[in-house]
């Protein structure tokens, strides 16, 4: 079943992934199923906007990507079909070069559809915004014994779902840059950059927003 990004007209109830009801009002942005979709439309509650306006509406002009492999074809092709074709892209070791930064290896497809909503949640107060890895595989369920173990030292409970370390938006600020320095010490000797990644987000506790397991295709 399809799944839409729209923007909301007037205050508008819709329920997440996780069956929530969340409330939306004029001007925000929504993700909504094809049914909801017909009907909001039809009730004149939502408007789908185009690519471009999409560019328009976020104000992309502070943000960049930075890939993690070399796969710029695959980047571009997405960037592109997500009407981003022009915004910075390079390849290079983490690092936070743009006020809002993609740290992104392409091995993982995030959904063009998404690309410019993932940068939009930086703007919304969230420090970086990741997708979870898998709503029934957590952290006790990945890496090796050693790692989980050096893993729950530092998180002290496994029972908690991890993030895909392969899509990382992330807004440039002092508690994001002690961040990187904490993530590119705990990917030293690590075997596993999901779990990296947690340790090295509970020891500087930046604010994440946890994005929905659909964005990157499996």
Same mark, same amino acid.
């Given at each position: 079943?399809?799944?839409?990004?729209?923007?909301?007209?007037?205050?508008?109830?819709?329920?997440?992934?996780?069956?929530?009801?969340?409330?939306?009002?004029?001007?925000?942005?929504?993700?909504?199923?094809?049914?909801?979709?017909?009907?909001?439309?039809?009730?004149?509650?939502?408007?789908?906007?185009?690519?471009?306006?999409?560019?328009?509406?976020?104000?992309?002009?502070?943000?960049?990507?930075?890939?993690?492999?070399?796969?710029?074809?695959?980047?571009?092709?997405? /960037? #592109?079909?997500?009407?981003?074709?022009?915004?910075?892209?390079?390849? %290079?070791? $983490? &690092? !936070?070069?743009?006020?809002?930064?993609?740290?992104?290896?392409?091995?993982?497809?995030?959904?063009?559809?998404?690309?410019?909503?993932?940068?939009?949640?930086?703007?919304?107060?969230?420090?970086?915004?990741?997708?979870?890895?898998?709503?029934?595989?957590?952290?006790?369920?990945?890496?090796?014994?050693?790692?989980?173990?050096?893993?729950?030292?530092?998180?002290?409970?496994?029972?908690?779902?991890?993030?895909?370390?392969?899509?990382?938006?992330?807004?440039?600020?002092?508690?994001?840059?002690?961040? /990187? #320095?904490?993530?590119?010490?705990?990917?030293?000797?690590?075997?596993? %950059?999901? $779990? &990296? !990644?947690?340790?090295?987000?509970?020891?500087?506790?930046?604010?994440?927003?946890?994005?929905?397991?659909?964005?990157?295709?499996?």
């Amino acid at each position: 079943m399809g799944k839409h990004w729209v923007k909301a007209t007037r205050t508008v109830r819709a329920s997440n992934d996780a069956g929530q009801e969340i409330t939306y009002h004029a001007g925000d942005w929504l993700e909504v199923r094809n049914q909801t979709l017909k009907v909001l439309l039809a009730q004149g509650a939502i408007e789908q906007p185009q690519a471009a306006q999409l560019r328009e509406a976020y104000a992309l002009d502070d943000v960049g990507v930075l890939l993690q492999d070399d796969d710029t074809r695959t980047a571009t092709m997405i /960037l #592109e079909r997500a009407a981003l074709g022009q915004i910075c892209l390079k390849v %290079g070791a $983490l &690092a !936070l070069p743009y006020p809002r930064t993609l740290l992104w290896h392409t091995s993982a497809h995030i959904r063009h559809d998404l690309v410019a909503v993932g940068f939009q949640r930086l703007a919304r107060g969230w420090q970086i915004a990741a997708p979870l890895w898998r709503y029934q595989e957590l952290a006790r369920d990945i890496g090796t014994h050693a790692e989980r173990t050096r893993t729950e030292e530092v998180i002290h409970d496994l029972r908690v779902m991890v993030y895909d370390h392969r899509v990382l938006f992330v807004r440039r600020c002092p508690d994001t840059e002690r961040w /990187l #320095e904490a993530y590119i010490e705990e990917l030293h000797d690590s075997t596993d %950059g999901r $779990l &990296a !990644l947690m340790r090295a987000i509970y020891r500087t506790k930046p604010v994440v927003c946890a994005l929905p397991t659909t964005w990157v295709g499996k």
